[in-house]
Protein backbone atom coordinates (compact mmCIF):
# COMPACT_ATOMS: atom_id res chain seq x y z
CA UNK A 1 0.00 0.00 0.00
CA UNK A 2 1.60 3.65 -0.88
CA UNK A 3 2.02 5.68 2.00
CA UNK A 4 -0.39 9.08 1.94
CA UNK A 5 1.10 12.43 3.02
CA UNK A 6 -1.52 14.77 2.53
CA UNK A 7 0.85 17.25 0.89
CA UNK A 8 -1.02 19.23 -1.72
CA UNK A 9 -3.60 19.93 0.94
CA UNK A 10 -0.86 20.75 3.24
CA UNK A 11 0.78 22.82 0.37
CA UNK A 12 -2.49 24.75 -0.34
CA UNK A 13 -3.09 25.32 3.28
CA UNK A 14 0.33 26.99 4.06
CA UNK A 15 -0.21 29.20 0.92
CA UNK A 16 -3.56 30.59 2.52
CA UNK A 17 -1.86 31.46 5.42
CA UNK A 18 1.11 32.81 4.55
CA UNK A 19 -1.12 35.26 1.71
CA UNK A 20 -2.65 36.22 4.98
CA UNK A 21 0.24 37.11 6.49
CA UNK A 22 1.79 39.24 4.09
CA UNK A 23 3.14 42.52 5.35
CA UNK A 24 4.39 40.68 8.85
CA UNK A 25 7.72 41.11 9.60
CA UNK A 26 10.66 38.67 9.87
CA UNK A 27 9.75 34.57 10.36
CA UNK A 28 5.98 36.20 10.99
CA UNK A 29 5.58 36.24 7.54
CA UNK A 30 7.93 32.97 6.39
CA UNK A 31 7.33 30.67 8.82
CA UNK A 32 4.46 28.65 9.21
CA UNK A 33 4.23 28.06 12.36
CA UNK A 34 4.94 31.87 13.57
CA UNK A 35 2.20 32.76 10.78
CA UNK A 36 -0.34 30.86 12.44
CA UNK A 37 0.48 32.03 15.68
CA UNK A 38 0.68 35.57 14.64
CA UNK A 39 -2.47 35.21 12.34
CA UNK A 40 -4.43 34.01 15.30
CA UNK A 41 -3.26 36.73 17.87
CA UNK A 42 -4.28 38.94 15.00
CA UNK A 43 -7.80 38.03 14.65
CA UNK A 44 -7.80 37.86 18.53
CA UNK A 45 -7.39 41.91 18.48
CA UNK A 46 -9.75 42.81 15.35
CA UNK A 47 -12.50 40.93 17.41
CA UNK A 48 -11.43 43.22 20.58
CA UNK A 49 -11.30 46.15 18.72
CA UNK A 50 -14.47 45.63 16.69
CA UNK A 51 -16.50 45.66 20.61
CA UNK A 52 -13.52 48.67 21.65
CA UNK A 53 -15.03 50.67 18.66
CA UNK A 54 -18.84 50.46 19.38
CA UNK A 55 -17.85 52.16 23.36
CA UNK A 56 -15.67 54.82 21.73
CA UNK A 57 -18.51 56.26 19.64
CA UNK A 58 -20.51 55.63 21.81
CA UNK A 59 -18.13 57.61 24.36
CA UNK A 60 -17.75 60.19 21.54
CA UNK A 61 -21.34 60.86 21.17
CA UNK A 62 -21.85 61.55 24.85
CA UNK A 63 -19.13 63.97 24.72
CA UNK A 64 -20.51 65.74 21.33
CA UNK A 65 -23.88 65.66 23.32
CA UNK A 66 -22.40 67.04 26.68
CA UNK A 67 -20.57 69.89 24.90
CA UNK A 68 -23.91 71.31 23.21
CA UNK A 69 -26.27 70.73 26.14
CA UNK A 70 -23.65 72.63 28.43
CA UNK A 71 -23.20 75.33 25.45
CA UNK A 72 -26.94 76.12 26.25
CA UNK A 73 -26.16 75.57 30.28
CA UNK A 74 -27.28 72.66 30.87
CA UNK A 75 -26.01 69.04 32.23
CA UNK A 76 -25.91 66.23 29.88
CA UNK A 77 -27.97 63.62 32.73
CA UNK A 78 -30.80 66.39 33.58
CA UNK A 79 -31.23 67.05 30.09
CA UNK A 80 -31.52 63.18 29.08
CA UNK A 81 -33.36 62.61 32.39
CA UNK A 82 -35.69 65.17 31.14
CA UNK A 83 -35.55 63.74 27.61
CA UNK A 84 -37.18 60.00 29.40
CA UNK A 85 -39.57 62.01 31.28
CA UNK A 86 -40.75 63.48 28.49
CA UNK A 87 -40.76 60.20 26.40
CA UNK A 88 -38.59 61.39 23.88
CA UNK A 89 -37.45 59.11 22.43
CA UNK A 90 -34.22 60.12 20.37
CA UNK A 91 -31.06 58.20 20.49
CA UNK A 92 -27.70 59.58 21.36
CA UNK A 93 -26.32 59.14 18.19
CA UNK A 94 -29.01 61.00 16.44
CA UNK A 95 -28.84 63.58 18.89
CA UNK A 96 -25.33 63.93 18.50
CA UNK A 97 -25.27 64.61 14.94
CA UNK A 98 -27.93 66.73 15.15
CA UNK A 99 -25.95 68.65 17.83
CA UNK A 100 -22.87 68.65 15.25
CA UNK A 101 -24.37 68.88 11.84
CA UNK A 102 -28.07 71.00 11.96
CA UNK A 103 -27.85 73.31 15.66
CA UNK A 104 -30.85 75.23 14.78
CA UNK A 105 -32.63 71.65 14.96
CA UNK A 106 -30.63 71.17 17.69
CA UNK A 107 -32.22 74.34 18.95
CA UNK A 108 -35.52 73.12 19.07
CA UNK A 109 -35.67 69.84 20.87
CA UNK A 110 -33.66 71.21 23.65
CA UNK A 111 -36.37 73.71 23.84
CA UNK A 112 -38.82 71.18 23.98
CA UNK A 113 -36.83 68.76 26.27
CA UNK A 114 -36.69 71.92 28.71
CA UNK A 115 -40.07 73.21 28.88
Do not use: C
Not at 10 to 16: L, M, P, S, V
Not at 44 to 69: C, G, M, N, P, T
Not at 72 to 82: D, E, P, Q, R
Amino acid sequence: MVRVTNGLQRQRRHKKFLKLAKGFRLGRSKVYKQVRLALVKQWQHAYKSRKEKKRDFRRLRIERLSAAVQAKGNKYSTFMGSMNKKHIAVNRKVLSNIAVAFPLVFDKVYAEVVK
